[in-house]
């Protein structure tokens, strides 16, 4: 009834909000009678033109609710990613109508602050699998919610690497997505542990100066990606980083003109250091 064409991330959840008219109310499951969340739902009148209606997504019980349509026939169709069921043909009133759909393999992405911290506006994600020879990027992108489901993943063990906002990435190895099994939740939880590096960017007459920030670690082997460790300052040329493991780091700041500057940080957890950097 449903079969997978290629991978990609599915819609973020949304609620909707409520509006006149008759509805269409239903399930989806699997094929095992699991409900499938996030199940895009999207209505036409059966022989004519879209609808301008906002699609519907199945919520955790994989139940559905098309709202605000006039009396008739309406084609209904199913999409999880891009994978879709046969469009189904379905009257206004029905309440109890049963969809099944081919699960594809997948994970929920769940990103969580600790209590009294600020949720990174925009969350940046990577997933990668390990094979004998290299690292293979599955998956990548970017979310405003807090759950994200990602579909069509096939089977195997996964690296997730998150990040967003002042806090340092959070690395989740071991995650195992298995064939005909629900999608784990993988939670990732920003600036659990760790210490805090707060501080601004000079110039040399003592104004602040917008800039970019970068760290590296001196006392530690390893690397991570440029675009994993820079932030923009704001205005005021102010910079917040969270979620630093205990140890000795650079701070890193420069300007448009490449100017560079400099300076040492030990950072223990739980605590705040400053560093302030002076650009020529």
């Not at 955790?60 to 879709?84: H, I, M, N, P, S």
Request: aromatic letters at 6%.
């Amino acid at each position: 009834m449903a079969h997978a064409e290629d991978h990609g991330p599915a819609e973020d959840l949304a609620d909707l909000p409520e509006v006149e008219g008759a509805t269409i109310s239903g399930v989806v499951t699997d094929f095992d009678n699991v409900p499938l969340v996030g199940v895009r739902v999207e209505a036409a009148t059966s022989g004519g033109a879209d609808l301008d209606l906002l699609p519907v997504l199945t919520d955790v019980e994989g139940r559905f609710q098309v709202e605000g349509l006039a009396e008739g026939r309406y084609d209904l169709r199913f999409l999880l990613g891009r994978v879709k069921a046969r469009t189904l043909a379905v009257p206004v009133g029905t309440d109890q109508l049963r969809v099944r759909l081919a699960r594809p393999q997948g994970l929920l992405l769940v990103t969580r602050t600790e209590p009294g911290a600020e949720p990174p506006d925009l969350v940046h994600f990577v997933l990668e699998r390990s094979t004998p020879n290299r690292t293979i990027r599955e998956h990548f992108g970017r979310t405003l919610k807090r759950r994200l489901l990602l579909w069509s993943i096939r089977p195997g063990k996964y690296t997730l690497t998150a990040w967003g906002g002042p806090y340092l990435p959070v690395v989740v190895p071991g995650v195992e997505v298995v064939e005909s099994m629900p999608a784990p939740e993988v939670e990732v939880l920003f600036a659990a542990v760790g210490g805090t590096i707060e501080g601004q960017v000079m110039g040399a007459a003592g104004e602040p100066r917008m800039a970019t920030v970068a760290w590296r670690r001196l006392d530690a082997a390893g690397h991570m990606p440029r675009h994993l460790t820079t932030q923009s300052t704001d205005e005021q040329g102010r910079f917040l980083m969270r979620g630093f493991p205990s140890g000795r780091y650079v701070i890193s700041a420069w300007d448009g003109a490449q100017s560079i500057v400099d300076v040492e940080v030990d950072v223990e957890d739980e605590k705040t250091q400053s560093a302030q950097l002076t650009l020529p």
